[in-house]
């Protein structure tokens, strides 16, 4: 038996999902407008604290001398630092915004996933970073000190210098996000776990190529070190998702 309050909530709840197009424009314009301005106040804070950042950055190489070869140059690597790290510590927000945004939208079942791919990948990208910055950066940079050593005195371009590093920085964080991918494919029911262990020649050569368009830098340590992280998570992608389809 139907009650009139039943039949409200279903009307009301029509109502929720049945949005005018110009509502979700407008809602979208105003999350979109807050993390620009999260971004920016981000961005300004790290202007403030450049020096502190442009000292971690040089952390990972010893014994060269920065050089700036216009007067404007370090002005400009500066401000391009310090909308990157706004940009980095502004992405949570901005995935926050874009859930919140999806959330009415998806069924209990898509949620339970969406939201810990998402997550994932936040925290994949994260480790991406901190594995450039530990590993593939000092290995890159020794190895082009040693090439040089006792022949020519290591002065560099700080602003070569800081594009170089940012390649490797969003390269490796995009690389580790190989997981997330298998992971779609496999519960999109494009490609199964099984497929994606049966192709692994495929997928050290593969990863080669890859470790190689991605870097930089020309020596083949930094290559291989990237090599093999793509292809430990390739393979940690399939362990994950044969968990979740058993």
Same mark, same amino acid.
């Given at each position: 038996m139907v009650t009139n309050s039943d039949f409200n909530f279903t009307n009301n709840e029509a109502v929720i999902l049945e949005l005018p197009f110009s509502e979700h424009i407008e809602e979208l314009r105003q999350r979109l407008f807050h993390i620009f301005w999260i971004i920016l106040f981000l961005t300004c804070i790290a202007f403030i604290e450049v020096k502190l950042l442009v000292k971690i950055l040089e952390l990972p190489v010893d014994n060269v001398k920065f050089f700036q070869l216009s007067p404007g140059e370090y002005f400009v690597s500066t401000v391009k630092i310090s909308f990157y790290t706004g940009l980095l510590f502004g992405s949570p927000f901005a995935i926050g915004q874009i859930i919140l945004f999806l959330l009415p939208g998806l069924t209990k079942k898509e949620t339970k996933v969406i939201l810990p791919l998402l997550l994932s990948s936040l925290c994949l990208?994260?480790?991406?970073?901190?594995?450039?910055?530990?590993? *593939?950066? #000092?290995?890159?940079?020794?190895?082009?000190?040693?090439?040089?050593?006792?022949? !020519?005195?290591?002065?560099?371009?700080?602003?070569?210098?800081?594009?170089?590093?940012?390649v490797l920085f969003y390269s490796t964080g995009l690389a580790f996000q190989i997981p997330i991918i298998q992971i779609l494919l496999g519960l999109l029911n494009f490609v199964s776990a099984q497929q994606m262990l049966g192709a692994w020649r495929y997928i050290i050569l593969l990863s080669t190529i890859i470790?190689?368009? *991605?870097? #930089?830098?020309?020596?083949?340590?930094?290559?291989?070190?990237?090599?093999?992280? !793509?292809l430990l998570l390739y393979f940690s992608g399939v362990g994950i998702l044969f968990l979740i389809k058993n």
């Open positions: 990208f994260g480790l991406g970073l901190l594995f450039s910055y530990y590993a *593939l950066i #000092p290995a890159a940079l020794n190895f082009f000190l040693n090439y040089s050593d006792e022949v !020519i005195e290591p002065l560099w371009s700080f602003d070569q210098y800081f594009e170089f590093i940012l470790g190689a368009v *991605l870097t #930089p830098s020309t020596d083949p340590l930094t290559q291989l070190l990237l090599s093999f992280a !793509i």
